[in-house]
C-alpha cells in the first residue's frame, strides 16, 4: 500500500513537472509561465512609462506592455487611463483577472496631474488564461458601450519598438518591417484630431517570424479585426500598438485574442555578476552580487582575477559563492572578496560570465565617481543659460522671457494648481519680474519646480560644508548666462551652482 502511494504522488509530482514544462500554466508568484516567457497582468500600473496592463517577458526580454482597453490608438501620456481593481487568481484554472473601470475618479480633472476624462463610465474585467504554448486575453464588459463611443474604445497592446527595428512581420497576406523612424501617412479623423494610418490590419499577426528569440503570433478569434500602429508618429515616446476596436453590442468576449510567444527551449536568463562600477575603497566590504534564473541550479565556479600591469591575469581568490535567497523571477547568490586589499583593477569570472573591469584603491572616490554630475549634469540642467562644451552646444539660451501670473482656479500639470487669489500684486496673465535667472531644469519636462531647486541647493550646501571642495571644472558667468565646460574659471563648481539654484528661489521670493 505505502509503495502504491508513493508510486502516485511520484507520477503526480513528474506529471506536473512535465506539464509546466511542456505549456503555460500559472506560478507560485501569480503570473503565467512557460519556458522563458512570462505573461504579468496588473503586476505594476505606470502606463506612461509603459508599464501596466497585460505584459510579456520573452527569453528575458520585455517585449510587451500595457495591455488594456485605452480610448485612442496611441495614446500619450496625462490621457484618460482606467482604474484598476484588485487582481484575482483562479488556481484551478489559472486564469488572471482584473476588474477596471473608467474614468478613474481620483484623476479627472483633479489632482497632481489632472487628467479629462471625456463623458463616457463603463468598466469590463481583463482575463489571461493558459492556451496550450501561449495565452488567451479575453475582455469582458459589464455593460454595452454607448453607441457614440463604437470605433473609438479598443484594446491596446504596446510592442517595445527598440527590439524590432529591421525586423519583418505578417499581418495576414500584408508583410512589411519595423522602422527605424516613424513614417507616414497620417490623417485627420471625424473629431479633427491627427491619427496614424495602420502599418497593417487583419487577423493573425507574426512578429519577428524570423527571429528564435522574439517571434510572437497574435490571433484573433472574433470577427473585429487587428491594426498594427506606429505609436510614435503621435507621440515621441510612443510604442508599436496592437489594437483591436470593442464592437458595437459587445459585452462578454468582447475582446478575445490568442497571444503565443515563442518559447526557446530550455532557456535560461544568462548569470550577471554586479559589482560597483566605482571600485572599493580596500579596507570596505566588497561582496559580488550573482543573479541567476531561478531554474537555474547548478553553482559554478566564482574567481577573482587581478589584471596584470603588463597583461595578464592572476587569480587571487577562488571560492563557492554564497546562497543568498529568492528575489521575485531571480535567484541571487553572494561572492565576498573582502579579505583582498591590495591595490589594482580586478574582474570576477563566474562560471562563463566575466564583469568589466574595476578598481581596488584608496583613491577610489579622488576622480570619475561625483565629480561628472558637478562637471556635465548640473550644467546641462541650468535654466536661463546657453551651455557650451567645447564645439557643442548642449542648450542655447532658453526662458529668458519672465514668467507670466497663471490663471486662478486652474490647475495645470506636474502639480501646478492656481487657487481662487494669486496671492500677490500681480495679475492672472501679468509678467512677473525677477525669475529669468537662476535654476536646474526637471529632467523631463524642463519646468523649474521650487521644491527641486531647494532640495538640491540643501544637498549641495550639505556636502560642500562637509567636504570643502574647491574643485573647478566649469565656467559659470551669472552676467553673460554663458556657461563653459571642461574649462575652469578659478571658483568652487559647488558655490557657483549653490548660487544658480540661491538667484532663483531668492528672486522668485522678491517678486512675490
Not at 487 to 510: A, M, N, R, T
Request: hydrophobic letters at 35%; one cysteine or more; proline letters at 5%.
Amino acid at each position: 500500500m505505502f509503495r502504491k502511494i508513493s508510486f502516485a504522488i511520484f507520477l503526480l509530482t513528474n506529471v506536473k513537472a512535465y506539464t509546466q514544462n511542456s505549456q503555460m500554466h500559472l506560478n507560485d508568484l501569480e503570473y503565467l509561465e512557460y519556458q522563458g516567457v512570462n505573461v504579468m497582468l496588473a503586476h505594476d500600473f505606470y502606463p506612461e512609462g509603459h508599464q501596466g496592463g497585460v505584459g510579456i517577458i520573452q527569453n528575458g526580454q520585455r517585449v510587451a506592455t500595457n495591455g488594456d482597453i485605452r480610448l485612442e490608438p496611441t495614446p500619450g501620456q496625462w490621457q484618460p487611463i482606467p482604474k484598476v481593481g484588485r487582481r484575482m487568481v483562479d488556481k484551478a484554472t489559472g486564469t488572471i483577472s482584473v476588474h477596471m473601470e473608467y474614468p478613474n475618479q481620483d484623476i479627472n480633472r483633479k489632482g497632481f496631474n489632472p487628467v479629462i476624462y471625456p463623458d463616457l463610465h463603463f468598466s469590463y474585467t481583463i482575463h489571461v488564461q493558459p492556451a496550450g504554448k501561449g495565452f488567451k486575453i479575453i475582455i469582458d464588459l459589464d455593460s454595452a458601450l454607448p453607441a457614440s463611443w463604437i470605433g473609438k474604445v479598443g484594446f491596446n497592446f504596446e510592442l517595445y519598438p527598440g527590439v524590432l527595428f529591421g525586423k519583418s512581420y505578417y499581418m495576414d497576406q500584408q508583410f512589411g518591417i519595423f522602422p527605424r523612424q516613424p513614417n507616414g501617412p497620417n490623417y485627420i479623423d471625424e473629431d479633427k484630431e491627427t491619427q496614424i494610418t495602420a502599418m497593417a490590419t487583419g487577423n493573425i499577426l507574426t512578429i519577428a517570424p524570423e527571429n528564435e528569440m522574439q517571434r510572437m503570433r497574435i490571433e484573433n478569434l472574433l470577427g473585429n479585426t487587428m491594426q498594427l500602429i506606429d505609436g510614435r508618429g503621435k507621440h515621441n515616446n510612443g510604442w508599436f500598438v496592437v489594437r483591436s476596436l470593442v464592437p458595437k453590442g459587445a459585452v462578454k468576449n468582447a475582446i478575445v485574442w490568442l497571444v503565443t510567444p515563442h518559447a526557446a527551449e530550455g532557456w535560461q536568463s544568462p548569470p550577471v555578476v554586479q559589482v560597483s562600477q566605482v571600485g572599493y575603497h580596500p579596507q570596505q566590504k566588497k561582496v559580488a552580487v550573482i543573479e541567476l534564473d531561478a531554474k537555474d541550479k547548478r553553482k559554478q565556479e566564482t574567481s577573482l582575477l587581478r589584471i596584470n600591469e603588463n597583461g595578464g591575469f592572476e587569480t587571487v581568490l577562488h571560492s563557492d559563492a554564497n546562497d543568498w535567497g529568492n528575489f521575485l523571477r531571480y535567484h541571487y547568490l553572494q561572492f565576498d572578496f573582502t579579505q583582498i586589499k591590495k591595490p589594482g583593477m580586478y574582474e570576477i569570472v563566474y562560471g562563463g560570465d566575466t564583469t568589466k573591469p574595476f578598481q581596488i584603491s584608496d583613491s577610489v572616490y579622488a576622480r570619475n565617481v561625483w565629480q561628472p554630475t558637478l562637471e556635465y549634469f548640473l550644467p546641462i540642467q541650468m535654466c536661463h543659460m546657453r551651455v557650451n562644451d567645447k564645439y557643442k552646444v548642449w542648450h542655447g539660451f532658453c526662458h529668458m522671457d519672465d514668467a507670466r501670473m497663471a490663471p486662478t482656479d486652474s490647475n495645470h500639470f506636474d502639480g501646478y494648481f492656481q487657487h481662487h487669489s494669486t496671492l500677490t500684486s500681480y495679475k492672472s496673465g501679468e509678467t512677473v519680474p525677477g525669475l529669468n535667472v537662476g535654476a536646474w531644469h526637471d529632467a523631463g519636462d524642463f519646468d523649474l519646480r521650487v521644491e527641486s531647486q531647494s532640495e538640491t541647493v540643501y544637498g549641495l550646501t550639505l556636502a560642500y560644508e562637509a567636504f570643502h571642495t574647491t574643485y573647478d571644472n566649469t565656467s559659470i558667468n551669472q552676467q553673460t548666462h554663458v556657461v563653459e565646460i571642461q574649462q575652469p574659471d578659478g571658483k568652487p563648481d559647488v558655490l557657483q551652482q549653490i548660487e544658480h539654484g540661491l538667484l532663483s528661489i531668492v528672486g522668485g521670493y522678491k517678486s512675490m
